[in-house]
């Protein structure tokens, strides 16, 4: 049976093991995708920038790069959708994968219809269009427009990944009452979560960080202890 015609999206997979690659590339065409497979990191760089992927499958272990540096590099020159794929598979390695900018991690051994399934889950998540007439909110000094996707304190803009966006405007959205830990992991990160939520609580740090926060007088986001998190309410103007 001849493979159907790639209408899902257009993948970069990086994997300099052809018998992962070959095999896969094969998968991802029968479930509709447009593989482009490349071996070094160097050249997914290139891919990246003049093939336009829809997202990036990457491989950690590269004969000519650490995948890790070409992630940092990759998120800092767009916001194509990233999922790691490597043999080290401690909470840790996943941490540190998420923070630099990854958006799924995959430890192999995988079988390829566990991976194609978080491909799609991932490019639906990121692929998700913002209300244009989502109005912005004003809270204290921070200042967020969802639609632009642009978040700003004192006037000025702040510097956010994705991921910190996200889950400032989730929490934002919910000011003044209480987030669970739970729904913010799956709502900003993966429905089908599981596992350690450590990687928000590190995501909340930079955030108040970058907020100005004082950690013991936290005056914008509120840590409510086996939780959640609470964001400060907008003030109600008095008549």
Known sequence: MDAPAATNGRILFVEDEESISEP????????????????TGAEALELAE???????????????????DICRELRRRSDVPIVM?????????????????ADDYVVKPFSAREVISRIRAVLRRTSAKPSTGEPVITIGELELDSGARIARLNGE??????KEFDLLAELVRNAGQVVKREDLMSRVWDVNWFGSTKT?????GWLRRKLGEDPAKPRYIETVR?????????????P
Request: net charge negative; aromatic share 6%; charged share 30%.
């Open 50 to 68: 003049n093939a336009a992927p829809d997202l990036v499958l990457l491989d950690l272990g590269l004969p000519d790069a650490d995948g890790r």
């Open 226 to 238: 086996g939780v959640g998190f609470r964001f400060a309410a907008p003030e109600v103007e008095k």
């Open 200 to 204: 928000l609580d590190v995501h909340i």
């Open 24 to 39: 896969f590339a094969e998968a991802l065409r029968r479930a509709g995708f447009e593989p482009l497979v490349t071996t």
């Open 85 to 101: 794929l490597t043999a080290r598979g401690t909470e840790m390695d996943r941490i540190v994968g998420l923070e630099l900018g």
């Open 157 to 162: 803009e702040l510097q956010l990944s994705r």
